[in-house]
């Protein structure tokens, strides 16, 4: 059975940075891409950021780019996201997700397995 299991969110400051880690269990993720979406309270899960299975290439959403950075330990079988100069409509709930299908890694319906989600919340 897949598992993935997101960490590291938490109540932070405007400003404040955060690491969120994706441990990947059941499956070993070493041809996989990964990527990370969130949620607002209200709002559609949107696309945050995704890496190719050997990191070679990154992708991420417009709202983010220049402040996050995606990254994997295959030998750890875990993903990252580096959160830094965080803004409070930065809050949501983070979730990692591994693309299962070929097509556009913005797009939630391409990936098969996710995580339960870990909460980052950015206090003004």
């Known amino acids: 059975q897949v598992q993935l299991v997101e960490s590291g969110g938490g109540l932070v400051q405007a400003g404040d940075s955060l690491r969120l880690s994706c441990a990947v269990s059941?499956?070993?993720?070493?041809?996989?891409?990964m990527g990370w979406f969130r949620q607002a309270p209200g709002k559609e899960r949107a696309f945050v950021a995704a890496i190719s299975w050997n990191a070679g290439s990154t992708y991420y959403a417009d709202s983010v780019k220049g402040r996050f950075t995606i990254s994997r330990d295959n030998a750890k079988n875990t993903v990252f996201l580096q959160m830094n100069s965080l803004k409070p409509e930065d809050t949501a709930v983070y979730y990692c997700?591994?693309?299962?299908?070929?097509?556009?890694?913005?797009?939630?319906?391409?990936?098969?397995?996710w995580g339960q989600g870990t909460q980052v919340t950015v206090s003004s």
């Open positions: 059941g499956r070993t993720i070493t041809q996989d891409s």
């Open positions: 997700a591994r693309r299962g299908y070929g097509g556009r890694y913005d797009l939630s319906n391409q990936y098969d397995y």
